[in-house]
């Protein structure tokens, strides 16, 4: 098993001569930066639209090594007409990415197909999981057993089973883990949370978190079909259903299927919810009861079967009420006695505007702050400090999702122990809350 302390490995091997060959950078851009035994080697799985900026930030670290890249696909143009469009993904355009950064020289860079292989990789030290989210689990939970520290896109994982495991398997293994929920890591959201933290709103009785709404209709392409020549679609279908090949399921589209992802609910929770969670301390727990309410479908759940229109509305211990739904504003409002706080992307207001204005202080409480999501993650694998959104935080921010759907299934709300995360009095209920796997796919 490889060593959780990156750093002191480095080290060892540096004063090891010829005992083992790390897949270095030449080049002259990076021998002005960090000296090779302080540099933290990063793979990264999966290389579509998200990946492609999370590879332009590690890249951007002076003490990062991006020695490998993983994808089923070599290229695509993402939902585009094949050759055409302003952005190329897969394998390819990430290994001339890397090379474009390192001044043309990226020796010992490695290309794989299946994850596992480059887990493998010589000298690794943290995998970045970028993947539809029916493989986030297994992927991370690969990583982890074999001694390395993750970086994962949200939602955490696909089902509720998969993120318990997951977050366990992160204490078990001492291991550094960071979701990507990275508004945690802007300003604005920074400083609604501090506000909350400090009171100012005394007590809080109602949060509005508001989701985009989904898609009524299909997206491109619906005809069945072969899927391309250069895709492993059997390898990206994975674990899940192993449904017939039609663009419309596939690059970004899959989250619209329920097979692949969550819809936007699954999408944005771990964006919105994640920080009304933050600002009321609730990092740690989750609701003690989840019902899903006024959820419409499309038309014909033959091509896309996730919701359209949703309600989730949650009720935590203290009595505080989370509605998340696709009919309140955008972003995270959180409502008290003394008025109101508005979150969103760019932006940050309140019922009183004194509290936003520059030098305000609202009292001696410091939430975490972290200005950049990828330094966050780095810094805590050179530390082996907790980052602002590990495993436990970003499966409990979107717990109230999975309950949700299961809800919106059975048609009942659902009672709920936060400590013990378990369905009270409603087997049924507790059963949907496992992973189905395709076989031989499991989470042993």
């Known amino acids: 098993m490889k060593s959780h302390n990156a750093l002191d490995r480095r080290r060892f091997l540096s004063l090891t001569a010829g005992a083992v060959t790390l897949p270095l950078l030449t080049s002259s851009t990076r021998a002005q930066k960090a000296a090779p035994s302080e540099r933290i080697n990063v793979g990264i799985i999966g290389l579509g639209g998200r990946s492609q900026a999370l590879l332009a930030s590690f890249l951007r670290q002076a003490d990062v090594q991006v020695v490998a890249l993983c994808d089923v696909q070599r290229e695509h143009w993402r939902d585009g007409e094949w050759g055409r469009g302003p952005a190329r993904f897969g394998t390819e355009p990430a290994r001339l990415q890397v090379e474009r950064a390192y001044d043309g020289k990226a020796k010992g860079l490695g290309i794989y197909q299946d994850f596992r292989n480059l887990i493998d990789h010589k000298g690794l030290d943290a995998v970045v999981v970028a993947t539809p989210d029916h493989w986030h689990a297994l992927q991370c939970l690969a990583a982890l057993r074999a001694g390395l520290d993750v970086y994962c896109e949200k939602p955490l994982t696909h089902t509720f089973e998969e993120g318990q495991l997951l977050y366990r398997e992160v204490a078990k293994q001492k291991a550094i883990f960071q979701t990507g929920s990275q508004q945690r890591s802007t300003a604005n959201f920074h400083q609604a949370v501090e506000l909350l933290h400090n009171g100012v709103l005394g007590k809080v009785r109602q949060v509005e978190v508001g989701l985009p709404a989904g898609h009524k209709e299909p997206i491109g392409d619906t005809t ?155 810094d805590g694998i050179k530390t082996r400090t907790e980052c602002i959104c590990p495993a436990e935080t970003g499966h409990r921010s979107v717990t109230p999702g999975h309950l949700g759907h299961v809800s919106a299934k059975i048609g009942r709300k659902i009672k709920w122990d936060p400590k013990n995360e378990r369905v009270i009095g409603d087997p049924d209920a507790e059963k949907r809350l496992k992973a189905d796997y395709r076989y031989p796919w499991n989470l042993a």
């Open 224 to 378: 069945i079909q072969e899927p391309p020549a250069n895709l492993d679609y059997e390898s990206w279908c994975g674990p899940s259903e192993l449904l017939p090949y039609a663009p419309t399921y596939h690059h970004r589209n899959w989250r619209w299927r329920l097979a692949y992802g969550g819809g936007q609910l699954m999408d944005w929770i771990g964006h919105h919810n994640d920080i009304a969670h933050w600002g009321l301390k609730l990092d740690k727990t989750g609701p003690t009861e989840v019902e899903a309410v006024n959820w419409t479908w499309p038309e014909s759940k033959a091509v896309y079967d996730a919701p359209v229109d949703f309600d989730v509305v949650s009720r935590y211990a203290d009595g505080t009420l989370i509605r998340i739904s696709t009919r309140n504003e955008g972003g995270t409002r959180w409502i008290g006695d003394n008025g109101w706080i508005h979150v969103n992307r760019g932006k940050l207001d309140a019922s009183n505007k004194g509290w936003l204005k520059p030098g305000f202080k609202a009292g001696p409480h410091t939430a975490y702050n972290s200005p950049d999501h990828t330094r966050n993650f780095v």
